[in-house]
């Protein structure tokens, strides 16, 4: 082969590696952001009244403990499958954490985020707490979901709060 021929042919190779480089860099960043890939049917009431309210009472139900007239009484799990049902709970509000951050659904890029970053973590506390079966770490992550939400409640959704009231105790 002669040498003009040879650099014909690394000219011909590097377009080659270069074109298959800029398409595959092209096909998954556009996959990324397309809002459609998610479903995000599920408005906001429906999201926390179906996903996120019943997992995180069962996690608050399963931690701490009650001190009334009949006593004291330990609401944590007292059995492996026990522990293991809320490890499943806090799981789905790791989970529901990041639904809150898809695109379609994040109220903004600033506190919102950080909500939803705090549910997850709160979530990710429980989950190994609950597998070492940790009382005072489960029971200090409850403390940081009721806080996550709270803050994000009175951020974004302040009148939540008023279902809570009773109106005719005025």
């Known amino acids: 082969m002669n040498k003009q021929n040879s650099v014909s042919l690394r000219w011909v190779l590097l377009f080659l590696v270069a074109s298959l480089v800029a398409c595959s860099a092209e096909e998954p960043a556009e996959e990324v952001m397309t809002e459609s890939a998610y479903n995000t049917e599920l ?26 007239a009949a006593g004291y009484e330990e609401l944590y799990p007292t059995t492996d499958d026990g522990w293991e049902y809320v490890r499943a709970q806090a799981a789905i509000v790791v989970e529901t954490g990041n639904m809150l951050a898809l695109p379609g659904r ?3 890029n600033d506190a919102w985020m950080i909500y939803s970053e705090g549910l997850s973590t709160a ?12 009382k005072e770490d489960f029971f200090q992550a409850g403390a ?4 996550v939400c709270t803050a994000c409640h009175q951020a974004y959704n302040p009148e939540i709060n008023n279902r809570f009231v009773d109106p005719s105790a005025d």
């Open 43 to 68: 408005n906001m009431q429906e999201l926390m009244a179906l996903v996120l309210e019943p997992a995180s009472d069962i996690l608050w139900d399963s931690g701490g403990w009650v001190i009334d």
């Open 106 to 108: 994040a109220v903004d």
């Open 123 to 134: 979530g990710l506390l429980a989950m190994e707490a609950a597998a070492t079966q940790n």
């Open 144 to 147: 940081q979901l009721y806080s």
